[in-house]
């Protein structure tokens, strides 16, 4: 079975066992489960239903294999005959789950 599911701002086309890399849940740790209640559209063939903008009562339950950071990001800033240069890095906390199953 299929599901579009919405989580930490993004959407995702998921089955039962996907691995996906999202931004981290807050208050989560390694081996926890988390349902997710934003199912966009679920099922298979005929059975595929659509929700209005959620369906009601489905919910993906997926279990919390990692919390890690992502790679550094460099943002460098200059202005031209100014002499202002600026330097800043970024790693994005994120959280590897594996989808575990999909009522809908």
């Known amino acids: ?5 919405k989580t930490q701002g993004q959407q995702f086309t998921v089955t039962e066992g996907d691995i996906l890399i999202v931004n981290r849940y807050p208050g989560t740790e390694k081996g926890s489960t988390v349902e997710i209640k934003d ?19 489905a919910i993906v339950s997926a279990k919390v294999l ?12 200059k202005k031209k005959r ?23």
């Not at 199912?39 to 009562?57: F, I, M, N, Q, S």
Request: no cysteine; net charge positive; glycine share 12%.
């Open 1 to 5: 079975m299929k599901a579009t599911i």
């Open 66 to 77: 990692e919390n890690k950071r992502g790679d550094k990001v460099i943002v460098f800033k």
């Open 39 to 57: 199912v966009l559209a679920a099922g298979e063939g005929a059975d595929y239903k659509v929700g209005r903008p959620t369906l009601a009562g």
């Open 82 to 104: 100014k002499g202002m240069e600026r330097k800043r890095g970024h790693r994005q906390e994120l959280s590897v789950i594996k989808i575990e199953s999909i009522k809908a």
